[in-house]
């Protein structure tokens, strides 16, 4: 199962669109968005999991929604409405002791698997309608997964630590309308890869 994916996560905040792209961004809910994101995507049963389902937005609560595609997805176009804020993981990879026991199951070697899949993607930018935005690293802490039966990595131990790692950027207030974001994501022992997300914010 391939780990690296484009999520979006946008939470409820006043319309308007402030001049510099980052502006407001805290690591600190960044890394908490990141955390609740992994949490939800393992724990979640296949037949809900929007990994299975292809579901461009989700709810992951009740402020928040998560419009996200994979890797080998198409572009992906995501209503919200017009009370948002967009958080964008530009390079996101977890690695839990079930999915890799041959690491070792400390939080140690768990971020360290992490930061290496990271980190194999050296070259990684967004754009925000043509506009270049910053990134900010995040790491979650340690998490403790517990899998439904039926869990979307097929794993029969039901429960787990996770640790997930990933470059962000918590974009502005979008005002109504159409708005793309645009991720390219390459290194020199990886193929380079496009996402366009279009946005789209009503009133």
Known sequence: MRKLWRILVAAVVATGLSASPAAGASPRIESRLLQEFWTYALETPVAENPFTLGTACVPLRRDVVLPFATLDGGPLTCTVTARTRVFVTVINWECSTSENPTIGGSPRELRSCARANVDAYPVHTLTLDGRSVPQTRVETHPISVHFPPD??????????????????????????????????DSGPTVDPVDSVTTIVVSR
């Open 151 to 184: 869990n979307v990595l097929g794993m029969s131990d039901r429960h787990a630590l996770s640790v997930g790692v990933a470059w962000v950027a918590l974009l502005p207030q979008l005002r109504p309308g159409r708005h793309t974001i645009v991720i390219h």
